[in-house]
C-alpha cells in the first residue's frame, strides 16, 4: 500500500501543526515579550522553568490518561487541538489583559499544556500505526519528523517574512495556525477513532526497563544542545554576527535542512542501523558547534554553513531517536502513553534548562538584547552558551549511545 492509503501524509501535516507550536515559539515568544512588553530576560527564563517544574507532574499524568481514553479519543485530542489553537491566539493576537509577564505565563501554559497532550497521543498512535507501515517505525518517522520540521520552517519564516507588510506579524501567524490546526484534526480523526487500544502499562514498568530508562537519559543529554542553541539563536545571529535581517533565512535554513536531511537519515537507518548513523550525525553536529565558536561579527555565511550542516544532524535526532524509543514501547508499553509522556517531558525540560540557566547568565555577562555597544565579554559568554556547552552535552550523549545496544 502506498503512503496516501496508510494515510501517511495526516500524519506529516499534524506533526507539522504541534512542531509549529513547539520549538518555533521558544525561540520566538520570550524575544517577543522582552522586545514588545519589556519584560526581562531573567524573569523569562525563571518563569519558564517554573512551568517545566509543573511539567514533571503534568507530562506522566497526561501520558497516564492517554492510555486509558478508548472510544473518545478522537473527541478529547480535537478538544487538545482546540485548546492549541487557542492558546496560540492570546498568546500573540491579544493585547495582555494584565501584567505582560503572568499573561505570558498563563497563555503559554495552555499552549504548552495542549501541546504535551496532543504530543503523548500522537507518538503514542505511532507505536501501533508502524505495524501496518512497511518500513515500520523508521519510516513512520520520517514521514512524521519531516512533516514536523517543515510545520518548524514555516512558523520560524512566518513572522520575518510578514514583517513589514503588517502591524502585527505574529497575530497574523497565530491566525493562520488557527486554520491549519483545525484542517490537521479533521485529517487525522479516522486515525484517532480506528485504534485498538492494549492495556493500560504503569509508568514504574517503563522507568524499570533497562533501554527503555537508557533511552530516556540519552534524549535528555542529545536534545540538550538543540534547546541551548534554539533559545540563543536569535540573540546570536543579532548580536554576535551583526546579521540583522538574517535571523529568518537562517532559522528556516537550519529547520529546512533538518526536514530535507529526514528521509535520507531514515533510508541510511534502515541500510545501516540507527545506532551508526545516529552516531555519525551526532559526530557532524559536534563539528558543527566547535566550528560556531571561531565565529564573529560579519560571519553570516560561515554561519549558513553550519545553519545547514547542524540542521541535516537535527533531521537525524529528531527521526531516529523517536523510532528507537517507539520500538522499544511497542515491547514494553504497546498503547505508548505513559512512555511518550516521560518522552516529552525529557524533551521539555531541555528548554526549561536553556532558559532558567543561560538567559540569567547572559543577562549577569552584560547582555541586553538589542543593543548594539555590548561589551566584548557579553559576546563570549554568549558565543561560549551558544556552542560551547552543546558540544560538551553533545559529546556524553556520543558516550551514552556507543555504550548502548539497542534493537535493530
Not at 89 to 103: E, H, M, S, T
Not at 169 to 185: I, K, L, N, Q, R
Not at 362 to 369: S, Y
Request: charged share 10%; with cysteine; net charge neutral.
Amino acid at each position: 500500500m502506498n503512503a496516501l492509503g496508510q494515510r501517511l501524509p495526516a500524519y506529516s501535516l499534524f506533526a507539522a501543526v504541534i512542531a509549529a507550536a513547539g520549538l518555533p515559539i521558544y525561540i520566538y515568544a520570550p524575544k517577543y515579550y522582552a522586545d514588545t512588553y519589556g519584560v526581562s530576560l531573567t524573569a523569562l527564563g525563571a518563569l519558564l522553568f517554573v512551568l517545566r517544574l509543573f511539567d514533571v507532574v503534568q507530562d506522566p499524568v497526561l501520558g497516564w490518561i492517554s492510555e486509558r481514553l478508548r472510544a473518545g479519543k478522537a473527541f478529547w485530542v480535537s478538544m487538545g487541538a482546540v485548546f492549541l489553537a487557542v492558546s496560540m491566539w492570546g498568546l500573540f493576537a491579544v493585547d495582555p489583559l494584565f501584567n505582560p509577564i503572568w499573561w505570558f505565563g498563563l497563555t503559554i501554559t495552555g499552549l504548552f499544556t495542549a501541546f504535551s497532550f496532543l504530543t503523548i497521543n500522537f507518538y503514542a498512535q505511532g507505536v501501533g500505526k508502524a505495524s501496518q507501515v512497511q518500513g515500520g517505525h523508521v519510516r513512520l518517522a520520517a514521514w512524521r519528523e519531516t512533516g514536523g520540521l517543515l510545520g518548524v520552517c514555516i512558523a520560524a519564516v512566518a513572522p520575518t517574512i510578514l514583517m513589514g507588510s503588517t502591524e502585527n506579524p505574529f497575530a497574523v501567524f497565530a491566525g493562520g495556525f488557527v486554520v491549519v490546526v483545525a484542517v490537521a484534526t479533521l485529517w487525522m480523526w479516522p486515525e484517532w477513532s480506528g485504534r485498538t487500544e492494549t492495556e493500560p502499562t504503569e509508568i514504574r514498568e517503563i522507568i524499570a526497563d533497562p533501554l527503555a530508562r537508557r533511552l530516556l537519559i540519552l534524549a535528555l543529554f542529545n536534545a540538550t544542545p538543540l534547546a541551548v542553541s534554539s533559545t540563543l539563536f536569535l540573540f546570536f545571529v543579532e548580536s554576535r554576527l551583526g546579521a540583522v535581517g538574517w535571523e529568518g533565512p537562517l532559522l528556516v535554513l537550519f529547520f529546512l535542512a533538518a526536514a530535507i536531511s529526514a528521509p535520507l537519515w531514515s533510508k541510511l537507518a534502515q541500510r545501516y542501523g540507527a545506532k551508526g548513523t545516529l552516531l555519525t550525525a551526532m559526530a557532524l553536529a559536534i563539528l558543527s558547534f566547535a566550528y560556531a565558536l571561531t565565529l564573529s561579527t560579519g560571519d553570516e555565511i560561515q554561519f549558513a554553513v553550519i545553519c545547514v550542516l547542524s540542521g541535516a544532524t537535527i533531521g537525524a535526532d529528531l527521526t531516529l531517536l523517536p523510532a528507537m524509543f517507539a520500538r522499544r514501547m511497542s515491547v514494553v508499553s504497546p498503547n505508548g502513553g505513559q512512555g511518550f509522556g516521560l518522552w516529552s517531558l525529557v524533551s521539555k525540560f531541555t528548554l526549561a534548562f536553556a532558559a532558567v540557566i543561560l538567559l540569567p547568565i547572559l543577562e549577569n555577562a552584560g547582555f541586553a538584547a538589542g543593543q548594539t555597544d555590548l561589551p566584548e565579554s557579553a559576546l563570549t559568554t554568549l558565543t561560549v552558551l551558544y556552542a560551547g556547552v552543546p558540544c560538551i552535552l553533545k559529546l556524553v550523549a556520543v558516550a551514552i549511545l556507543a555504550t548502548t545496544t539497542l534493537e535493530e
